[in-house]
């Protein structure tokens, strides 16, 4: 049995923070993301998150170490929009192999600067800006912005990168519509075999409103048969909701599957400026309700959490057994 497996099953593992959040209190400009070795490139690339594994490595580290310190477990690598798809918004597709390896390089680095307990990395494999499920245009319904293939091709390159740089998960996460979740799960599928390996799986979906549906239109329950098919360490979900909104639709996926359940929400909801206020000791309180109802196996944040949220959560945490998997 793997470390990872081991862990899972003795504790409530730590997911961490956002990374989005703490980058942004470096109030990086236009030429901080380009460094110097982008000076010159004929597109702004301000808002490039993924680029600064390779423009600013010490700052992606210094967030990974910030979380490790608070008490995660898991990190995510810097990869959310690393995709082909993601990155033509920027012209730089030619580079997502490096952005993948490179940010799960450094992360893999951090990691291992951590010896009292285990610390695994998560290749973050993000749901790119297209949806394979819906027309982007009102007025054609079936036209598609982009095909299965294209996004199985997509994520083959992106999973690749983010194995041969040191991952220990691949976590499909923020997946609006299954479709695209699929396609990812079909490109990792693909290469386990080509590879010969058998690397861990997380799936993490999200609820986009109070209609308890992903964007695409389906239940929870849809969802989870839609990706039940592949052997799964974990399945849950993240963003658009806080941890009291979220709550409902885990309780639900709980009830319904054998794996493991992971959920990392966002720090409550956005205010009318678009900041996350919610207080650590908030989210902790909520969190604690998971806890309670016996319901995650995996918990972290998304939006709008740092490392003073997961480290109050992880305190929480310490004081749980994980749910213990019953066959659905």
């Known amino acids: 049995m793997s470390k990872l497996h081991e862990a899972i099953k003795e504790r409530i593992l730590i997911l961490d923070g956002a990374m989005g959040t703490m980058l942004q209190r470096y109030k ?3 030429e901080d993301f380009r460094g110097e070795r982008f000076k010159d490139f004929a ?7 993924d680029l600064l594994s390779l423009t600013q490595p010490e700052a992606v580290k210094a967030v990974h170490r910030a979380y490790f310190e608070a008490g995660a477990d898991i990190a995510e690598t810097n990869t959310f929009s690393g995709t082909t798809i993601g990155m033509a918004d920027y012209h730089m597709e030619d580079l997502v192999y490096e952005l993948n390896y490179q ?9 291992n600067e951590f010896t009292d307990k285990p610390r695994f990395v998560a ?10 499920s819906m027309s982007p245009d009102v007025n054609d319904p079936g036209f598609r912005a982009v095909t299965f293939d294209e996004l199985r091709i997509a994520y083959k390159e992106q999973a690749e990168a ?4 040191g991952c220990d998960i691949l976590l499909v996460e923020t997946i609006f519509d299954t479709l695209n979740a699929k396609a990812a799960l079909f490109a990792i599928e693909e290469v386990k075999e080509e590879r010969n390996i058998d690397i861990p799986i997380m799936v993490s979906g999200t609820i986009t409103d109070a209609s308890g549906r992903t964007l695409s239109g389906q239940t929870v329950e849809a969802f989870l048969i839609s990706i039940s098919h592949i052997p799964l360490l974990s399945v849950g979900f993240n963003c658009a909701l806080g941890a009291d909104q979220l709550k409902p639709y885990l309780k639900r996926l709980a009830h319904n599957t054998s794996f493991n359940i992971s959920a990392h929400p966002n720090a409550g909801l956005p205010n009318a400026f678009g900041q996350y206020d919610q207080t650590a000791e908030e989210m902790q309180a909520l969190i604690k ?8 196996n995996i918990i972290g944040g998304c939006c709008g959490t740092t490392p003073e949220h997961i480290k109050l959560i992880a305190e929480v945490a310490a004081h749980y057994k994980p ?4 066959e659905a």
Do not use: C, H
């Open 28 to 30: 990086f400009e236009e």
């Open 123 to 132: 290749g973050s494999i993000g749901p790119t800006n297209r949806t394979a």
């Open 43 to 49: 597109y702004p690339l301000k808002g490039n998150n």
């Open 289 to 296: 309700e998971y806890l309670d109802d016996n319901l995650i």
């Open 323 to 326: 749910r213990v998997l019953e």
């Open 103 to 111: 940010s799960a390089k450094i992360a893999r680095e951090v990691a």
């Open 162 to 165: 983010l194995i041969e740089g």
